[in-house]
């Protein structure tokens, strides 16, 4: 059984373009999550998925940020018009959703975004 | 809303010794879990160790323990027989536990982390 993945690891872009970033979690994964950690910081919360439907988003994830999970399987971070304070470590967690209690979270490798 | 504070940015100490990593975090709910992330400089974050709070019995895992103290709200990391492996960021990490009432957001709080470094 493979960890979760992550896709690109690096990312170099210029202020102002989109980026997107994949996720895969483990395979009987039902929760998705995603995180920001900047340096010298402990992850923040960005949003999270039960399946398919997305079912909080931080306060943190403005506008411009946007997150799918389409077939409750891979899902996808994509940022529009990137600034430079945009520029950190995106991690991608899974959980599995038990009927009584809650899973511990599992970490992939992080996507580390560079804004120019 | 909860609160992680780790209070040691850094710390080392000589292969073999023991070092204690210190948490305290501040919360009203009564059902949680606290955990205890490994960071490596490769980034990847780890699970070292999980607490439920309504155990009162510590969590241990191999060389790895926890000091719950829960009406205190203290969280500490022992590495016993540290290696050169430990080195690594080391995060504490708060979570709400789901309730009977339905599905909640578990989402993780973390502290701002520990740098902990294993002196050959």
């Known amino acids: 059984d493979t960890g979760v993945s992550q896709d690109p690891r690096h990312k170099i872009t210029k202020r102002g373009q989109n980026v997107t970033f994949r996720c895969d979690p483990i395979?009987?994964?039902?929760?998705l999550y995603w995180y920001r950690q900047t340096l010298g910081q402990g992850p923040e919360f960005l949003t999270y998925?039960?399946?398919?439907?997305?079912?909080?988003k931080s306060r943190l994830l403005s506008d411009r940020f946007s997150a799918e999970r389409p077939k409750g399987s891979f899902s996808t971070l994509e940022i529009q018009r990137t600034e430079q304070g945009d520029s950190a470590m995106y991690l991608c967690?899974?959980?599995?959703?038990?009927?009584?209690?809650?899973?511990?979270?599992?970490f992939g490798p992080g996507t580390r975004l560079t804004v120019l | 809303a909860q609160t992680v504070t780790q209070s040691q940015p850094e710390m080392s100490v000589q292969e073999a010794e023991t070092v204690t990593l210190s948490c305290t975090y501040d919360?009203?709910?009564?059902?949680?879990?606290l955990f205890w992330y490994k960071q490596p400089p490769s980034r990847q974050m780890i699970l070292v160790i999980r607490?439920?709070?309504?155990?009162?019995q510590n969590a241990t895992e191999n060389r790895f323990s926890v000091n719950f103290q829960k009406a205190a709200k203290s969280f500490s990391l022992k590495i016993s027989d540290s290696q050169l492996g430990d080195t690594a960021m080391y995060f504490c990490?708060?979570?709400?536990?789901?309730?009977?009432?339905?599905?909640?957001?578990?989402?993780?709080?973390f502290g701002t982390g520990t740098r902990l470094t294993i002196i050959p």
């Open positions: 395979s009987e994964h039902n929760r």
């Open positions: 998925f039960q399946n398919e439907a997305q079912l909080e």
């Open positions: 967690a899974s959980s599995l959703e038990l009927l009584a209690d809650t899973d511990t979270q599992y």
């Open positions: 919360t009203s709910e009564n059902n949680y879990y």
């Open positions: 607490q439920e709070a309504y155990k009162q």
């Open positions: 990490a708060f979570m709400r536990r789901r309730g009977t009432r339905g599905f909640g957001n578990e989402k993780l709080t």
